[in-house]
């Protein structure tokens, strides 16, 4: 599960938005515009990803004494798929299943990005385990490699 920097502005943000990369595609882009130095074919890989939204009211945190809650958007949500540069990906994410609260069909019908033996079911929430390794604890405590 890929981490991007967050774009939040509120006062309750979030250091790090989380997806699930259903698909890798690699295109052959041509740009065609007035800075462009080359006609040629650039190849551009992109991550079709599927987003996570966090559950902002659960406590969570150093703070909260948890660790953070997440869960599938709603495929209404104009935001719960889209494309990402893996460049800007920081790292990948360990999500611990919320196995209490089960598994669910409601976010998202059948659909190609549901891997078969899932039964188009998904987990309603997980936890993001930011015990996973140094790098990720120090990047949530503060004072990790940015």
């Given at each position: 599960?890929?981490?991007?920097?967050?774009?939040?502005?509120?006062?309750?943000?979030?250091?790090?938005?989380?997806?699930?990369?259903t698909?890798?595609?690699?295109?052959?882009?041509?740009?065609?515009?007035k800075?462009?130095t080359?006609?040629?074919?650039?190849?551009?890989?992109?991550?079709?990803?599927?987003?996570?939204?966090?559950?902002?009211?659960?406590?969570?945190?150093?703070?909260?004494?948890?660790?953070?809650?997440?869960?599938?958007?709603?495929?209404d949500?104009?935001?719960?798929?889209?494309?990402?540069?893996p460049?800007?990906?920081?790292?990948g994410?360990h999500?611990?299943?919320t196995?209490s609260?089960?598994?669910?069909?409601?976010?998202?019908?059948p659909?190609?990005?549901?891997?078969?033996?899932?039964?188009?079911?998904?987990?309603?929430?997980?936890?993001v385990?930011?015990?996973?390794?140094?790098d990720?604890f120090?990047?949530?405590?503060?004072?990790?490699?940015?």
């Open positions: 599960m890929p981490v991007v920097l967050s774009h939040e502005t509120d006062s309750d943000r979030h250091p790090y938005w989380y997806a699930q990369v698909h890798i595609f690699h295109v052959n882009v041509r740009y065609y515009g800075n462009s080359s006609h040629d074919a650039q190849r551009m890989d992109v991550l079709f990803v599927r987003w996570f939204g966090r559950d902002s009211s659960y406590p969570s945190g150093f703070s909260g004494r948890r660790l953070h809650h997440i869960g599938f958007l709603d495929e949500d104009p935001d719960v798929f889209g494309f990402l540069n460049d800007v990906v920081i790292r994410a999500l611990v299943p196995f609260l089960g598994e669910m069909d409601e976010l998202l019908g659909s190609f990005v549901q891997r078969e033996e899932d039964s188009d079911e998904d987990w309603r929430a997980f936890y385990n930011i015990f996973a390794d140094h990720m120090m990047r949530f405590r503060g004072g990790g490699i940015q």
